[in-house]
């Protein structure tokens, strides 16, 4: 199905639900088409925990900087 811009924003949600069930929707200005509206597939399933054991991260990490904290806030003594 083409379909012009014009008539695309008044009918999104339906060509939402044609593309996700498979349907072919194509968007068009001036009847030159632009871009095909297709349904989000995943890549790949993602993993947890992919770097555990490959990274450490300190003890400290959560404690303020005093010289961070003067570059963000100024001096405040």
């Known amino acids: 199905m083409i379909i012009n ?14 593309a996700y069930n ?7 200005k001036n009847n030159l088409p632009l871009v095909k509206l ?10 947890l925990g992919i ?3 490959k990274i450490e991260i300190p003890d400290d990490f959560l404690e303020e900087d005093d ?3 003067a570059m ?4 405040q003594s």
Do not use: Q
């Open 5 to 18: 811009v014009s008539e695309a924003k008044a009918k999104l949600s339906k060509l939402i639900d044609m």
């Open 22 to 28: 498979g349907e072919e929707v194509i968007i068009a």
């Open 38 to 47: 297709v349904a989000h597939k995943p890549e790949a399933k993602r993993k």
């Open 51 to 53: 770097f555990k054991g």
């Open 67 to 69: 010289e961070i904290n």
């Open 72 to 75: 963000f806030y100024g001096d």
